[in-house]
């Protein structure tokens, strides 16, 4: 991309990269932090955003693209569709867990724990850099991998769904027997 | 004239804004003159000749109106929506390929990034309508997911089938691939499909329904839901979703005449050109409008039922047709 004479050229890419990191951080926080469930779900599709933006960013559009689709369009639209038929109008008290002080610090503890084991593993770790670029990202590289070299990862997946229906079913049977 | 990258996408997005701007305003004077004229009426004619300055009008009106926000609402996705309802449209329409030279990039998943951003459209009016607090704008969301839901899964199927015939889902090379005549276009491509123009009638039910127009435009059946997700709105937010309305007309429009109709390839096989486009684009339109008018708004049940008991089967049919028909010839 010829970008000379634009503002900020040279970091373009990291600009890039620190927004999308940002959104996936904000939406993140909200998700985590909101009080009503439905803005959760808002913070979770801004986190999935965010991560399509990662995504592009390091060069796989088709994966950004599924991401949006997928995760924005479906399962997010998907909750808060079940948020809205179940969800009392008004939000509830705003929730204090058992032992308020204690929580805190110990959740932060945790957190510091395994964000510092995973941050240095990152780096300590000698990460091998690969000669040549396994593949280009593109769909027809995707296709072709999902459908010859990972066939049989592609199919175990599928089957998770044949389950998810499978047991969906079987949930919406019991509880017509239940109404009767 | 060659700016740099970024520049020319700036500049092209800014004229894409331009274009769903001036037509959004104007697509509301064809609706109200083609309802005047399919109604046995003149239509608007007070302001400038022929009524052609009434959107300019419309658009003092809007603007000129308090902004409300009702003191029930959650205020901040309230005012979110309308701004998420417009934005993905204009990036659908940026990714739209109006002429051989004329697009914003040559994207290779051109087709999925329209599908990708397309699909915000609805979460975005859901919002609306749940951050208004209001009885018919929450009826109306829930409307709007089932048929949105309900109608995405046969327009999928259908791109499927075109993205098996064409091979490609870079919307320039779509329309490459149609050039040298209308018997050329996809629509009548026949040897690959013999149930084609089928397929083109179910994409284009999927669209009104997709874009909730008549007769499938039960989010805002204003004898129901007085205007369904869209009821609390005042002012330039009601309008902000109108003109995404027909921002996402257009989405639907350019499409339809891209894949299927050959987008800027003239029928003759000479003279190729943005005219084309924009002529079949318009054609398509009118058909919208003419839909709206003369078809009487459907039950929910007879929505639900159309896609799932005959659109979704009819389009696995030409989908399975046409994988038999690529291995064979």
């Known amino acids: 991309m010829n970008a000379e004479g634009f503002p900020g050229a040279v970091r373009l890419a990291e600009i890039i990269f620190v927004i999308s990191g940002l959104t996936v951080l904000a939406g993140a926080l909200l998700a985590v932090m909101a009080h009503?469930?439905?803005?959760?779900v808002c913070g979770l599709a801004l986190c999935c955003i965010g991560l399509a933006g990662l995504y592009a960013f390091l060069?796989?559009?088709f994966l950004a693209l599924m991401q949006i689709l997928i995760y924005v369009g479906a399962v997010c639209i998907t909750i808060v569709f079940a948020v809205m038929l179940a969800e009392p109008d008004e939000p509830g008290e705003p929730h204090t867990g058992q032992g308020g002080g204690l929580w805190l610090p110990c959740a932060l503890l945790i957190c510091a724990v395994v964000g510092w084991a995973l941050a240095t593993l990152a780096v300590k770790t000698p990460w091998v850099e690969p000669a040549v670029r396994t593949s280009d990202g593109s769909l027809k590289a995707i296709g072709m991998a999902l459908l010859t070299t990972h066939s049989l990862a592609f199919e175990?997946?599928?089957?998770?769904?044949?389950v998810a229906i499978v047991g969906a079913l079987a949930i919406a049977h019991g509880g017509r027997g239940v109404a009767r | 004239m060659t700016l740099p990258e970024p520049f020319r996408l700036l500049a092209y997005l800014a004229g894409v804004m331009a274009f769903v701007g001036v037509n959004a305003a104007y697509l509301v004077w064809v609706e109200r003159k083609g309802a005047a004229r399919f109604q046995r009426r003149p239509g608007p004619t007070e302001v400038g000749p022929a009524g052609l300055l009434q959107p300019l009008a419309d658009?003092?009106?809007?603007?000129?109106?308090?902004?409300?926000?009702?003191?029930?609402a959650d205020r901040t996705?309230?005012?979110?929506?309308?701004v998420l309802v417009m934005a993905p449209a204009l990036m659908c329409l940026a990714t739209i390929p109006f002429g051989k030279t004329l697009g914003a990039r040559s994207l290779d998943l051109g087709l999925v990034m329209v599908f990708a951003f397309g699909s915000i459209n609805v979460m975005a009016i859901m919002l609306g309508g749940w951050a208004s607090r209001n009885k018919y704008a929450i009826i109306s969301a829930a409307r709007i997911v089932s048929q949105n839901v309900a109608y995405e899964i046969p327009m999928m199927l259908v791109v499927i089938t075109l993205i098996m015939v064409t091979g490609t889902t870079n919307l320039q090379e779509i329309v490459e691939d149609q050039a040298g005549g209308f018997w050329k276009w996809n629509v009548f491509n026949l040897a690959a499909n013999p149930l084609m123009p089928v397929t083109f009638v179910i994409f284009f039910i999927c669209m009104l329904a997709e874009t909730n127009r008549a007769p499938f435009d039960m989010a805002e059946a204003e004898s129901e839901l007085v205007a369904g997700a869209f009821t609390e709105y005042a002012g330039m937010g009601f309008g902000v979703f109108f003109m995404a309305e027909y921002a996402n007309i257009?989405?639907?429009?350019?499409?339809?005449a891209i894949l299927f109709l050959g987008g800027w390839q003239s029928p003759?096989?000479?003279?190729?050109?943005?005219?084309?486009?924009?002529?079949?684009?318009?054609?398509?339109?009118f058909t919208v409008v003419w839909v709206r008018w003369t078809f009487p708004r459907t039950q929910f049940y007879g929505l639900l039922n159309l896609s799932w008991?005959?659109?979704?089967?009819?389009?696995?049919?030409?989908?399975?047709?046409?994988?038999?028909m690529l291995k064979i010839f």
């Open chain 2, 309 to 324: 008991k005959i659109l979704i089967p009819v389009s696995l049919g030409t989908l399975v047709l046409t994988c038999i």
């Open chain 1, 156 to 162: 175990v997946v599928s089957v998770v769904l044949l």
């Open chain 1, 36 to 40: 009503r469930i439905i803005r959760s």
């Open chain 1, 59 to 61: 060069q796989s559009p």
């Open chain 2, 59 to 72: 658009a003092a009106k809007l603007l000129s109106k308090q902004l409300l926000v009702p003191p029930d």
């Open chain 2, 268 to 285: 003759f096989g000479i003279l190729s050109g943005v005219g084309w486009f924009l002529l079949k684009l318009y054609a398509l339109v």
């Open chain 2, 250 to 256: 257009l989405v639907g429009c350019s499409l339809g």
């Open chain 2, 77 to 82: 996705l309230f005012r979110v929506a309308p």
